[in-house]
């Protein structure tokens, strides 16, 4: 079980009863993959995952795999824009869910702004493809070896990157 | 890739070369045409650039983004109660349903227990939702294929369902009938009887809709064995919602991790094992059955009226007479007025069955009075990028079907 680690000063307040949260096995992990994972926390009823880039795949993997947590379906990718002047800018948040055992994790990833780079997912999970060109869309993150990393919301011709945080709300 | 026809000239009669049938130069050619975004087909603003050989798909490549308006962004600006008139604008035809998702997100960030009369009101509101969305689905899905009569039944039963959402909350389409904490108000008391009156009808509505579209050979014909998407592949293309349990996986949020007390109503999940248009329909269609029964369980439940917000002191507005004693009192009210209130800082996933599949906000908090980050995973958006696959090698009229089966929404896909 993961370790309990508190949010910004805050206690994590759970309101779901405890019996009803299923945490995923992650005791294996830390030792596994200890080049890889930063920290491993849980609040509010969710485990996450902080990982570096290198062997990010590789962990992505292990998690699809390993017979005790076959994360099999990728939920969702976001973007986070961590702030204008933030070190690092970015994180990318992996939402995995297993449908067999019905748990989730969550897998997140810091990235500079000078090297906004992260490999992309679309090997393990088809479902890859789109999240990761909507994220490089409205962040400018690119994805390596994507099959086809074009923009997807905004037209193609578009200059900028609307959900950043320096990029107005309002026109000129 | 066909071959160039073959001239067949009857040998015996003599013909004069110049009416000869002369061979097609286009018959081994692809050709790319766009489909949409104005084609009434495609259920919004969608385009598809279709390859094609003769009739036949050999690629799709989905162009969205034509109704992108930037509502993720525009979360950013909003204070965390305000946020709700945004979601239900993004999947309006779901629309309590999105507002449901982003509400349990913030009460679990909040830490907020929700009162049981506030869960079934929402409850039952998110199974008319559904009903009222499928009706939509049912309707134009049979008008795609032809059959037009579906469609102006359906309406007429969406219309009841419409004229519920007004009796409780004043609007038709944009109900933001949902608050953080509960629901912005009880029911009035004339809503129970035109409740009851429309679940009344509704079965004997499904039965004809089985009589005119189930039971019509033209239909299944058009739809079985089309668009097929097995097990596997449904999984790793993340499908969601009745699009998956078409394709024979056994996975429904309201099940599996049941949230505004789902797990005390009394219904089962249809899964249908073939993956094609067909087992979709049969989904959805037997989902409305499931719909109706949780709703008239739900009703029974509502009659009791209770407490419809949390008491929680950030969501409560204070007593009128304790405001005119103490002046903190005054101060907390003047407040929640003028900036509203703040979430402690984390950050928190929570997903919910919407009537297209599984419709998750990632909510961060950095403890301001507004959302950091409000990240929406839209079912359609995730369902619509397996359309390729599930399209290539069939026929230009079957990509009709299939995206009718999908059920798309188009403010969902683009947000």
Redesign the interface.
């Given at each position: 079980m993961a370790e309990t680690t508190e949010?910004?000063g805050?206690a994590?307040?759970?309101?779901?009863p405890r019996s009803?949260v299923r945490y995923a096995d992650t005791s294996l992990l830390r030792t596994n993959f200890a080049d890889t994972i930063v920290e491993i926390k849980e609040?509010?009823?969710?485990i996450?995952i902080i990982a570096k880039r290198d062997g990010l795949l590789a962990l992505l993997m292990h998690l699809r795999d390993e017979p005790k947590l076959r994360f099999?379906?990728?939920?969702?990718i976001?973007?986070?824009?961590l702030g204008e002047f933030a070190e690092p800018r970015f994180a990318v948040?992996y939402?995995l869910y297993s449908?067999e055992l019905?748990h989730?994790l969550?897998v997140k990833v810091l990235i500079e702004e000078g090297d906004a780079t992260v490999p992309s997912a679309c090997g393990i999970?088809?479902?890859a493809?789109?999240?990761e060109r909507?994220i490089y869309d409205?962040f400018g993150i690119h994805f390596d070896n994507h099959p086809d990393l074009r923009?997807?919301?905004?037209?193609a011709d578009y200059e900028g990157h609307?959900?950043r945080k320096d990029?107005p709300?309002k026109g000129y | 890739m066909q071959s160039v026809r073959e001239i067949r000239v009857p040998t015996t009669a003599v013909v004069d070369p110049a009416f000869a049938r002369k061979p097609d130069p286009l018959a081994d050619q692809l050709m790319t045409i766009s489909l949409g975004p104005q084609h009434p087909s495609t259920h919004g603003v969608l385009r598809l650039e279709l390859v094609l050989d003769g009739e036949t798909v050999v690629s799709t490549i989905p162009d969205?983004?034509y109704l992108?308006t930037?509502m993720?962004?525009?979360m950013?600006?909003e204070r965390w109660q305000q946020v709700v008139t945004i979601t239900c604008r993004m999947d309006y035809l779901n629309s309590m349903g999105n507002d449901l998702g982003y509400c349990l997100a913030a009460?679990?960030?909040l830490?907020?227990?929700v009162p049981k009369y506030a869960q079934d009101l929402r409850v039952l509101f998110c199974e008319l939702n559904r009903l009222s969305s499928h009706l939509v689905w049912f309707g134009t899905h049979a008008m795609d294929m032809g059959a037009m009569t579906g469609f102006f039944y359906a309406f007429i039963q969406r219309e009841k369902i419409l004229d519920l959402y007004e009796c409780a909350t004043g609007a038709r389409l944009h109900q933001s009938y949902f608050a953080i904490g509960g629901a912005r108000w009880a029911l009035p008391t004339s809503f129970h009887g035109l409740c009851e009156d429309f679940l009344e009808g509704f079965p004997a509505f499904l039965e004809e809709c089985k009589k005119l579209v189930t039971g019509n050979r033209i239909f299944q014909r058009r739809t079985q064995g089309v668009g097929v998407i097995k097990k596997e592949?449904a999984?790793?293309?993340?499908l969601s919602g009745p699009t998956i349990r078409g394709s024979g996986?056994n996975?429904d949020i309201r099940k599996?991790?049941?949230y505004s007390g789902y797990d005390t109503y009394d219904f089962h999940v249809p899964v249908y094992e073939d993956g094609d248009v067909w087992s979709r329909y049969l989904c959805r269609m037997e989902e409305m059955e499931e719909s109706h029964k949780i709703c008239v369980e739900a009703l029974k439940r509502v009659k009791q009226p209770g407490p419809h917000l949390s008491n929680h002191p950030k969501l409560k507005i204070p007593d009128r007479d304790l405001m005119k004693q103490h002046i903190d009192v005054m101060i907390h009210h003047f407040l929640i007025a003028s900036e509203g209130f703040t979430i402690?800082?984390?950050?928190?996933?929570q997903?919910i069955e919407s009537a297209r599949g599984?419709l998750?906000y990632?909510l961060?908090s950095d403890?301001d009075i507004k959302p950091y980050?409000v990240?929406v995973?839209a079912p359609s958006?995730?369902n619509?990028?397996?359309l390729p696959e599930m399209v290539e090698g069939s026929l230009l009229a079957d990509v009709v079907a299939v995206i009718g089966s999908i059920d798309i929404v188009l403010g969902d896909v683009?947000?």
């Open positions: 949010t910004n805050q994590p307040v759970s309101t779901l009803s609040a509010l009823g969710e996450t099999n379906y990728l939920a969702d976001g973007g986070v824009d948040a939402q449908i019905n989730r969550r999970w088809k479902a493809n789109w999240l909507e409205m923009r997807i919301l905004m037209p609307p959900l990029f709300l | 969205i983004g992108h930037g993720e962004k525009t950013e600006k009460e679990k960030l830490g907020v227990e592949n999984i790793n293309w993340a996986v996975w599996a991790e049941p402690p800082p984390g950050e928190v996933y997903s599984e998750g990632y961060i403890g980050r990240r995973r958006y995730v619509l990028a397996a683009d947000r």
